[in-house]
């Protein structure tokens, strides 16, 4: 068990998040970059107020698409200030719900154990099949990494080698699986208890890309729901916000 989610559960259940005689479902959308933390506070969300969180990951380009379209989630996490601000202009959330719950960094990462260097000039070699990127029509750290590509003036020479993922989890993969030497993620994907879990990586300095605020919305169907109005609070929670530093984001 990770120290931070032991010390969150710890913490946590002795703030008398009490078990609640009718529990409850909370569907909640969420960013692919974000599915670690997810899970393990959905577990610590279970243990402490006996509600349950079912969790769905990807895109959020696409989750907001879904939702106009009607699917059926109470809470939107997504990867962007900019998809929960235009639910809540449109009148689709619950007044005064919205707010960051954590700041992405953007890092460049290969499965390979020594491939990155620490100062990326791997991207400038060239010597490398394939780099992948989430796609930055719907998942901001695919847009992130388009403009730290325009910014390094890498642009023209990267695009024939690109592949592009639905989502950050599918770019991540495409990593993982070998199928790219390397590409674009979050630091959130390849961290384990604060250290690189495998392979190589350059975290990308943020001048080379918008911050990438990620906004919590609860959404209007949701405006009765017990559960979804626990978990935004376990969310906003301090405690929480040390167990999401954990995961290498940055937490007003």
């Known amino acids: 068990m990770r120290p931070a989610f032991r010390r969150l559960l710890t913490l946590t259940a002795a703030l008398a998040f009490s078990a609640l005689a009718h529990a409850e479902t909370v ?10 933390p997810a899970k393990a506070l959905a577990e610590i969300f279970a243990k ?7 969790l769905s990951f990807g895109a959020t380009g696409a989750f907001y698409t879904q939702i106009k379209n009607g699917a059926p989630f ?6 962007d200030d900019e998809r929960p601000a235009r639910l809540e202009k449109e009148g689709d959330t ?6 960051t719950y954590a700041i992405g960094q953007l890092v460049l990462w290969s499965a390979k154990a020594g491939f990155v260097d620490a100062q990326g000039a791997v991207l400038k070699s060239g010597h490398f099949n394939k780099i992948a990127i989430a796609n930055p ?7 992130a990494a388009v403009e730290a590509m325009d910014k390094l003036g890498l642009t023209a020479a990267l695009t024939p080698k690109l592949v592009t993922g639905e989502s950050i989890g599918q770019a991540y ?7 790219a030497d390397l590409g674009f993620v979050a630091l959130a994907q390849v961290l384990d208890g604060g250290k690189l879990k495998s392979g190589s990586m350059w975290v990308v300095p943020a ?3 918008a911050p990438i605020i990620q906004d919590a919305v609860t959404l209007k169907r949701a405006a009765g729901n017990p559960a979804a109005k626990a978990w935004m609070e376990l969310l906003r929670s301090a405690n929480t916000r040390d167990f999401i530093r954990s995961y290498g984001y940055e937490v007003k």
Do not use: C, M, W
């Open 74 to 79: 109470d809470v939107l996490l997504a990867a």
């Open 137 to 143: 029509k719907l998942a901001p750290y695919g847009a």
């Open 173 to 179: 993969n495409f990593i993982a699986t070998g199928n």
């Open 27 to 36: 569907q909640i959308a969420v960013a692919a970059n974000f599915t670690a």
């Open 94 to 99: 619950v007044p005064g719900s919205r707010f």
């Open 48 to 54: 402490t107020t006996g509600h349950e969180a079912r």
């Open 207 to 209: 001048k080379y890309y």
